[in-house]
């Protein structure tokens, strides 16, 4: 038993006699010389990236980081799609890092590029190259267009700004013309008689030069997240075609989604069908959630917000994995848009942009939750492989190896983890955010920094390294790490003097973007074509616009924004009573409804702690996802392991805890883990699981004008039907230790057990249905249902009102007579 609890953590945070493995300069201290510091290092090591780029590889699309080459497109081979999607020959890293240069302040940099791409901007995208529209869309038009805003909608700059200032006073709008020479080049592949784009175009000659094959095969990504920066090229331009045929894709496909409001991953554009029925949150399907957040912020879309909290609903019922009161970390695994099934044991690299989203949209101990998964993996590789396998069946005797729980081996330095944790920070002001960004920048400057920039791994179970730096690298890696270390907002896009009137967000390619209702061409009336009252020539730049627009608009004037509103779902109800006579003491609400009713707050600073301190010392189940996933958690053999107490986690170096858990409350820091549960669990489907979002499950609360009522209380679950459930079934037995942390006693199992039950050694406990995790104590209460002969003996009720399923008592599923 000791073994046990040691394996799990039970002393994981008994580090006096440890070492730190990683050496750094301030030692975990993050005191504003600290955090110059990470700034400072951060900022060379982009200009190191930049500079290798400049020198060795534009005007390509990229440098490669070991051989020091110009890299493009494979003129050589139209269908080498993993290398030419996004590359164009069109100096991908210029245009995916102009606000970059902003950001990190290299106006000299910034005044080159900008007088280089003015004088090619004629011809610039007429290449003979086939593209992926979803990547030149994220990384070139979303580039173009936050270098636009940037430099003309950013006003009143401090002194300190004085050379951007003339930068911006000397900018003329090319930019925005640049966006919209792309733009018209890409929108033809939304212009199907199916309403769904194919994939790839060639940007100088359309559509006919792209062979059918690689035609094809689209995702829900690439489909759907173009609505973002093609609606705000539409409102920046006025030339209305860009949003209409985005939006008509999108809301198409959205009103396509299973019955469970699921989306599957990839489709035939040509074929107009889904060609499988799987889903995540991960590849393929990621931005599409992303979008709908982040274009109901941009454009003030309630509809893109109530599609966000639909899906996530959904997600919370059919593909989420813990997450619960009593979890320590969250997966969301793929599933069958269809049944709900889960499909497959692993999760993806961009996944880890997940929790960021969460955060965004208020759901922030859902992120930190799942957030905390890939701070394990990144603990034991270094790195998050494109594909981690979570499972591996312990029933299956043989030894699990590293290599075992990679699906796919390469890791490109993604920005997603960092970028993940980026949002966290700023959400809770956590200490322990800081430590893993300087744990990824020390990695980055000591492992993967290259002669010519940075490498990635080929492959994270041998070490190979990959002769490719993607411009994200520099774009949203570095970008994403720099302003996390930005904590006292002195970087350009934290100034509130600078941006603190915009509401900008960042793209999926870190882009930040916004929309100036001054500026959108969408919203002025008819005949006026001002873009900024105080800048003659946007005036005359937006006139030019103005009389470019074709007569094809005039088609489009009518546009609705949100043609497909009669499939929207409203996901909140308003407070109903429940039957029976207890209607002026009880009203019930969405349990999912409720959780976007408002952004959640921190939920480690509920009350006044102390002076460093870090909230995941708090955190009594910080080292579950360690047991949980012990069998998927080990290093690679060429990382040196010297055990797991050695500091070689982001969590347990020395030097940190012994700084933040310096609270005056050290009580409440858990230096012993809880003993992991031994029960079993599962998930069973009562009844047809596609009538799921028909069947009503809410949560009661008081009516505050009624009295108390002794048999519903607060947090109980009304669920009048038990059908189309999702169920996750705990099995409470004798001597063996629930996930609440409870030993289970044979006291407890006699006490649900009434007279007129058969005694059996174990009860069930229902610990969530339909995506609702119950409280502790809490009753899912559900009407008289009536049982067949062929229930017969399967299922009843006691004279406790406790259901009964195969002789075994359900702790907290019990009937309401009225």
């Avoid at 869309?137 to 267009?145: E, F, P, Q």
């Avoid at 490109?412 to 960092?418: D, S, V």
């Avoid at 944790?421 to 290259?450: F, N």
């Avoid at 189940?621 to 690679?636: A, E, I, Q, V």
Wanted: glycine share 6%; with cysteine.
């Amino acid at each position: 038993m000791l073994y046990q609890l040691l394996s799990y953590g039970v002393l994981c945070l008994l580090l006096s006699n440890l070492t730190s493995a990683v050496q750094v300069n301030y030692n975990s201290s993050f005191t504003p010389d600290h955090l110059a510091y990470l700034r400072n290092e951060t900022k060379s090591l982009f200009n190191h990236a930049w500079q290798s780029y400049m020198q060795h590889g534009f005007p390509a699309d990229e440098v490669t980081p070991i051989s020091c080459q110009p890299y493009g497109p494979d003129f050589n081979d139209i269908n080498n799609a993993v290398r030419n999607d996004a590359l164009g020959n069109v100096s991908s890293t210029i245009l995916d890092n102009l606000d970059t240069l902003i950001i990190m302040e290299q106006w000299e940099e910034l005044e080159y590029v900008l007088s280089y791409l003015k004088s090619q901007q004629a011809t610039f995208f007429e290449q003979d190259t086939v593209v992926q529209v979803f990547e030149l869309t994220i990384r070139s038009l979303g580039g173009l267009l936050s270098a636009h805003l940037l430099l003309t909608d950013v006003t009143n700059l401090p002194a300190r700004y004085s050379k951007f200032n003339q930068i911006c006073q000397e900018y003329d709008g090319f930019l925005l013309s640049m966006a919209y020479d792309l733009g018209l080049r890409l929108i033809p592949s939304y212009k199907t008689t199916t309403n769904i784009p194919v994939p790839r175009i060639n940007l100088a000659r359309g559509l006919r030069r792209v062979p059918p094959a690689l035609q094809r095969d689209a995702c829900t990504s690439g489909a759907t997240t173009p609505v973002l920066e093609f609606t705000l090229l539409s409102r920046l331009t006025g030339d209305l075609q860009f949003e209409y045929y985005t939006q008509l894709t999108f809301w198409k496909l959205w009103s396509s989604k299973s019955n469970l409001h699921l989306l599957p991953m990839s489709i035939d554009p040509l074929a107009n069908h889904w060609k499988d029925a799987i889903t995540g949150v991960g590849a393929s399907i990621d931005s599409f959630y992303e979008y709908t957040v982040k274009a109901a912020v941009l454009f003030n879309d309630d509809y893109m917000w109530s599609v966000f909290k639909t899906s996530y609903q959904a997600l919370l019922t059919h593909s989420a994995q813990g997450g619960g009161p009593n979890d320590g970390s969250m997966i969301f695994s793929n599933v069958n848009t269809e049944d709900g099934s889960v499909f497959g044991d692993w999760i993806d690299s961009l996944g880890a942009f997940w929790p960021g989203l969460q955060v965004l949209a208020g759901q922030l101990t859902d992120a930190i939750k799942t957030h905390a998964v890939y701070l394990k993996i990144w603990n034991y590789f270094d790195s998050i492989p494109e594909r981690w396998v979570y499972y591996h069946n312990e029933e299956v005797q043989k030894e699990v190896k590293s290599e075992d729980s990679v699906a796919l081996e390469w890791y490109p330095l993604r920005p997603e983890f960092i970028e993940s944790t980026y949002y966290l920070y700023r959400a809770t002001r956590d200490p322990m955010y800081l430590q893993i960004g300087e744990r990824v920048m020390i990695l980055l400057r000591d492992r993967y920094k290259t002669l010519c920039g940075f490498s990635g791994l080929q492959d994270v179970r041998t070490g190979e390294r990959q002769d490719r730096m993607e411009t994200f690298v520099m774009g949203e890696t570095l970008k994403y790490l720099y302003l996390l270390f930005d904590t006292k907002d002195e970087v350009f896009l934290h100034d509130t003097k600078v941006m603190g009137n915009k509401n900008w967000i960042f793209s999926t390619e870190a882009h930040p973007l916004w929309l100036n209702r001054k500026i959108d061409l969408f919203n002025i009336s008819k005949g006026s074509v001002a873009y900024r009252d105080e800048n003659v020539s946007s005036k005359a730049f937006s006139a030019k616009f103005a009389s470019q627009i074709t007569k094809s608009n005039n088609e489009l004037a009518h546009f609705p924004k949100s043609p497909f509103l009669k499939n929207m779902t409203v996901a909140r109800r308003a407070d109903i009573p429940i039957p029976g006579n207890i209607n002026d003491n009880i009203l019930k609400r969405d349990p999912h409804g409720s959780r976007f009713d408002m952004c959640e707050l921190n939920p480690w600073t509920k009350s006044p702690r102390g002076f460093l301190e870090s909230g995941y010392y708090t955190w009594d189940r910080f080292f579950n996802g360690d047991y949980l996933f012990r069998r998927s958690l080990m290093k690679p053999k060429y990382i040196v392991d010297k055990g797991s107490f050695d500091g070689s986690n982001v969590e347990l170096t020395l030097a940190f805890y012994d700084k933040f858990t310096m609270g005056e409350k050290k009580g409440e820091y858990h230096l012993q883990c809880p003993v992991p549960a031994n029960t079993i669990c599962y998930e069973v489907m009562w009844g047809d699981i596609k009538q799921c979002n028909q069947i009503e499950i809410s949560e009661m609360h008081y009516n505050p004008k009624g009295e108390n009522f002794p048999y519903m209380v607060p947090g109980d679950l009304w669920m009048p039907e038990i059908k189309g459930l999702k169920i996750l079934i705990e099995e409470l037995e004798e001597g063996k230790v629930d996930s609440r942390n409870t030993v289970i006693t044979k006291e407890f199992i006699a006490s649900l057990q009434s007279n007129d039950t058969v005694e059996s050694d174990t009860i069930l406990r229902i610990n969530r249905v339909n995506g609702v995790y119950l409280k502790s104590n809490s009753v899912i209460w559900t009407l008289p249902f009536p049982i067949t002969k062929q229930d017969e003996g399967l299922i009843g009720v006691n004279s406790d009102l406790r259901v009964v399923i195969q002789g075994r008592v359900v702790e907290n599923l019990m009937v309401w007579y009225g």
